[in-house]
């Protein structure tokens, strides 16, 4: 049977200026292992629980009449005529528009614009502390927040340090630190266009169909048996044996050992290599996205040029790729 346990506190921060001050409030954790999904939330709960919040038919309708504003990184500059193109070919349930977290910063919440921004969330439970960051679609309506969809990023360690210092214990004015370190110093191994492309595509095909998606319940099964007869690319950073002990990230698991049961074809592919072969329109990339955001992990098989998310699996508690992930994987193969 699930366990509950209440959090004593969770603090949720993104740049919604004129909301920026920290929620406090109880709230409840599911600790037991459950059927989990997904590395994206389309509802209206920011935190997730077990449904990702069902939309209020009047929000919907004023989110469709806006424009968005994707506030792009500071690493995106150099190439932000692709980011434009390419994310504009894929976004199609609002017109869109790109800013600048500086522009951002001094800019005013228009009601006629949403937003997508980056925010995280802490949680504190006894001597525990979990940090998830993510890309977060919102807008203000009436003075309040509404949430429509999260993205969730995979951070390096020093990302979750360096975000907790700058957010935690700190007065309202020393927070905004905490947004501008996320859209420049931070590092995180799934923040690359192709990828940020295929998210964004899911999340406007699902609110033009006027659809849900749960971070944790939701399970995507499609044209699997394409894998048995392509190449799965698994890029290189998956191969990260993150130790929960120290956070230290210069250990690698075996992937041969990991893969020894997976029958068909895949390949380990460097991480700028697979970037340029999504953008690649004449190529079909089966590809792994790998996801670990805190204590909890996200392995998800992604068809590059559609941005079909194939498979979404989710595992509380697990720090890198396993055996037993990818024998779920064959599995879930073999019954399609």
């Given at each position: 049977?699930?366990?509950?346990?209440?959090?004593?506190?969770?603090?949720?921060?993104?740049?919604?200026?004129?909301?920026?001050?920290?929620?406090?409030?109880?709230?409840?954790?599911?600790?037991?292992?459950?059927?989990?999904?997904?590395?994206?939330?389309?509802?209206?709960?920011?935190?997730?629980?077990?449904?990702?919040?069902?939309?209020?038919?009047?929000?919907?309708?004023?989110?469709?009449?806006?424009?968005?504003?994707?506030?792009?990184?500071?690493?995106?500059?150099?190439?932000?005529?692709?980011?434009?193109?390419?994310?504009?070919?894929?976004?199609?349930?609002?017109?869109?528009?790109?800013?600048?977290?500086?522009?951002?910063?001094?800019?005013?919440?228009?009601?006629?614009?949403?937003?997508?921004?980056?925010?995280?969330?802490?949680?504190?439970?006894?001597?525990?502390?979990?940090?998830?960051?993510?890309?977060?679609?919102?807008?203000?309506?009436?003075?309040?927040?509404?949430?429509?969809?999260?993205?969730?990023?995979?951070?390096?360690?020093?990302?979750?340090?360096?975000?907790?210092?700058?957010?935690?214990?700190?007065?309202?004015?020393?927070?905004?630190?905490?947004?501008?370190?996320?859209?420049?110093?931070?590092?995180?191994?799934?923040?690359?266009?192709?990828?940020?492309?295929?998210?964004?595509?899911?999340?406007?095909?699902?609110?033009k169909a006027e659809k849900y998606?749960?971070?944790?319940?939701?399970k995507e099964v499609k044209n699997?048996?394409?894998?048995?007869?392509?190449?799965?690319?698994?890029?290189?950073?998956?191969?990260?044996?993150?130790?929960?002990?120290?956070?230290?990230?210069?250990?690698?698991?075996?992937?041969?050992?990991?893969?020894?049961?997976?029958?068909?074809?895949?390949?380990?592919?460097?991480?700028?290599?697979?970037?340029?072969r999504l953008l690649d329109s004449?190529?079909?990339?089966?590809?792994?996205?790998?996801?670990?955001?805190?204590?909890?992990?996200?392995?998800?098989?992604?068809?590059?040029?559609?941005?079909?998310?194939?498979?979404?699996?989710?595992?509380?508690?697990?720090?890198?790729?396993?055996?037993?992930?990818?024998?779920?994987?064959?599995?879930?193969?073999?019954?399609?």
């Amino acid at each position: 049977m699930p366990i509950f346990v209440l959090i004593p506190s969770i603090i949720m921060y993104n740049s919604f200026k004129s909301l920026a001050i920290p929620l406090f409030f109880g709230a409840l954790l599911f600790i037991a292992f459950t059927p989990c999904y997904s590395q994206i939330n389309v509802g209206s709960l920011e935190f997730p629980s077990f449904k990702p919040g069902e939309f209020d038919k009047g929000d919907l309708a004023k989110f469709k009449e806006t424009t968005t504003v994707f506030v792009y990184r500071d690493s995106d500059k150099a190439d932000l005529n692709l980011w434009k193109k390419e994310l504009g070919k894929v976004w199609d349930v609002t017109d869109l528009e790109f800013m600048s977290y500086s522009q951002y910063a001094s800019a005013k919440i228009e009601g006629d614009h949403s937003y997508m921004t980056m925010g995280g969330i802490i949680k504190v439970s006894n001597n525990s502390t979990f940090t998830h960051i993510y890309l977060n679609l919102w807008m203000a309506i009436k003075g309040k927040k509404k949430t429509f969809a999260r993205i969730e990023l995979s951070p390096e360690f020093k990302t979750y340090n360096e975000f907790y210092d700058k957010l935690m214990w700190k007065k309202d004015e020393e927070k905004e630190a905490a947004t501008k370190y996320l859209y420049s110093e931070a590092k995180f191994f799934n923040w690359y266009l192709g990828y940020i492309r295929n998210a964004m595509h899911e999340v406007s095909s699902l609110l033009k169909a006027e659809k849900y998606r749960g971070l944790f319940i939701h399970k995507e099964v499609k044209n699997l048996e394409l894998l048995k007869k392509d190449t799965l690319f698994i890029p290189d950073y998956a191969l990260i044996e993150y130790n929960k002990w120290n956070g230290k990230e210069d250990e690698r698991i075996d992937i041969v050992k990991v893969m020894k049961k997976y029958p068909y074809p895949y390949k380990v592919i460097e991480d700028d290599a697979l970037k340029t072969r999504l953008l690649d329109s004449t190529k079909t990339t089966y590809y792994l996205s790998y996801i670990k955001s805190s204590a909890d992990k996200f392995v998800n098989i992604v068809e590059g040029k559609t941005g079909t998310f194939m498979y979404c699996k989710y595992v509380a508690m697990s720090y890198y790729l396993k055996e037993k992930d990818i024998e779920t994987l064959i599995k879930a193969m073999k019954t399609k």
